[in-house]
C-alpha cells in the first residue's frame, strides 16, 4: 500500500519532505521543481512530475487555439485549450519528454487530458465542445459524422437550457425521463463522447509512446475523472489501460469552493442545477435523475444544493469499486481524495475498501497533518 501526496509547502520544502517521510508517505506529486525532486530523493521519497495536457496557458491562451462549441463561441475550460490542436497536443508531449530525463523523477502524472466537463468552465455551454476545425478534421479521419455530431449536440445543450422537450414516460421513476429514448433519438451525442474518447486515447498513446522513449523506467500516471462521469469528458477506462500505467482517479466528493472541475460533487450537481433553473425538471426529479445515472445512495431528501455541497461517503467507494472492475488487477489504482474533507478517515477507509492500492491526498495543508498522521500509521499497521 502506497500513500502519496500532492504538492508542498512551497515555503518550506524540506522540512514538507520530512514530514512526509516520517508519516510514511511514499511518493510526492507535484510541478515540475527541480529542487523538489531532488529533495524527494533525499528523504526517500518517489517524486511524479504532473503536467496539464492542453494548456491554454501563454501562446495557447489566444482565439486560435480555444475550444469551440455547438454555437461558434471560444471557450477557456479548466485554463485549457482545444484538445485536438496538433501544437497544444506537440507543446504537452515536448514537456513529458523534457521533464521526465530530469533526475530522480520516477514517473509523470497527467492532468487534464480530456475535454471539457459541465464544471469545467462558469460557462456551462463549455461542456458543449469541440467543434473547431481541428476537430472535424479529425472527426472526418475517424469516420465519424460531424455535421450529425454538431446538430445533435446543440440540441442536446438545447434541453439543458430548457428550450427543447425532454421525451417523457410518465411512470418512470427519475423525472419521467426516458433516456434510451431520448439518445437513440440523439445519436450524434453517443458519436461525439465516442470520439472524444478515442482521441483522448490516442492523445494517451502519444503521451506513453513519447515517456518510454525520453525514461524507459518511468511510470505514466493519469488524473481521471472517476468512472460515473469519466464518459461525459472523453475518459474511457478500458481503452487507456492499454497505455497507463497508474490510475488516479479524482474521488472528490464534498469541494466545497469555486466551480470545482473533477469534483464528484461538484459535476454531479451541475447538470441537476441547469436542469433546475431552466425548468426542465423540478428539484426532487433532478435528484431522482441523478440516483438513477450514477447509481450513488442519495437520501431520499436529498436536494441539488446538497448534492453541490457533498455526496455521501460511500460514493468514494463505489467509485473506486467501479474503477477497479474496469482496469482489473493489473493496474495500480491509487484514488486521489481531498485532504479537506471532514470525513477523513472514512473516505480513506471507503476507498480502500473499494480495492485501492493507495491513496493519494490533494493537497499539501500543514494544519491538516495531524489528522493524517494517524490515519496514515492506522491503515501502514493494517498492511504489515
Not at 480513506?348 to 491526498?361: K, M, R
Amino acid at each position: 500500500m502506497q500513500f502519496l501526496m500532492h504538492g508542498l509547502d512551497k515555503d518550506h520544502k524540506q522540512q514538507s519532505m520530512k514530514t512526509l517521510r516520517d508519516m510514511g508517505f511514499g511518493a510526492i506529486v507535484t510541478g515540475f521543481d527541480e529542487e523538489a525532486i531532488a529533495l524527494a530523493a533525499e528523504h526517500g521519497l518517489e517524486a511524479y512530475v504532473c503536467t496539464h495536457a492542453f494548456t491554454a496557458k501563454d501562446s495557447f491562451a489566444t482565439d486560435a487555439y480555444l475550444a469551440v462549441d455547438v454555437h461558434g463561441q471560444k471557450h477557456v475550460w479548466f485554463n485549457s485549450a482545444c484538445p485536438n490542436h496538433p501544437e497544444v497536443q506537440e507543446d504537452h508531449l515536448r514537456r513529458i519528454a523534457t521533464w521526465s530525463q530530469s533526475p530522480g523523477v520516477a514517473g509523470i502524472y497527467v492532468d487534464g487530458a480530456r475535454f471539457s466537463s459541465p464544471c469545467s468552465s462558469a460557462d456551462f455551454r463549455s461542456f458543449f465542445t469541440c467543434f473547431c476545425q481541428h476537430c472535424a478534421k479529425k472527426a472526418a479521419a475517424m469516420g465519424f459524422d460531424f455535421g450529425r455530431m454538431r446538430h445533435d449536440v446543440r440540441r442536446l445543450l438545447a434541453v439543458f437550457e430548457g428550450r427543447e422537450s425532454l421525451p417523457l414516460v410518465n411512470n418512470l421513476p427519475y423525472g419521467g425521463v426516458d433516456l434510451l429514448v431520448f439518445f437513440n433519438a440523439l445519436p450524434g451525442v453517443w458519436d461525439w463522447l465516442r470520439f472524444r474518447a478515442q482521441c483522448v486515447t490516442e492523445h494517451m498513446a502519444d503521451a506513453a509512446t513519447t515517456l518510454r522513449a525520453a525514461h524507459p523506467e518511468a511510470l505514466l500516471g493519469m488524473y481521471i475523472f472517476s468512472p460515473s462521469i469519466a464518459p461525459w469528458v472523453g475518459q474511457d477506462y478500458g481503452q487507456l489501460r492499454q497505455h497507463v500505467d497508474v490510475f488516479a482517479p479524482m474521488i472528490y466528493r464534498s469541494l466545497q469552493a469555486g466551480e470545482g472541475p473533477a469534483c464528484l460533487n461538484k459535476e454531479v450537481s451541475r447538470l441537476g442545477r441547469e436542469l433546475v433553473i431552466h425548468d426542465v425538471m423540478t428539484d426532487r426529479d433532478a435528484v431522482a435523475f441523478l440516483r438513477t445515472l450514477t447509481g450513488f445512495a442519495l437520501a431520499d431528501d436529498a436536494t441539488v444544493v446538497a448534492m453541490d455541497r457533498e455526496l455521501p461517503v460511500s460514493a468514494v467507494q463505489l467509485e473506486t469499486q467501479r474503477a477497479r472492475n474496469l482496469l482489473g488487477r493489473k493496474h495500480p489504482l491509487v484514488p486521489i481524495i481531498q485532504l479537506d474533507d471532514d470525513a477523513l478517515a472514512q473516505s480513506t477507509a471507503a476507498a480502500l475498501a473499494g480495492s485501492a492500492d493507495g491513496v493519494n491526498f490533494f493537497a499539501y495543508r500543514a494544519d491538516r497533518l495531524p489528522q493524517l498522521q494517524a490515519l496514515i500509521h492506522e491503515h501502514l499497521s493494517e498492511d504489515l
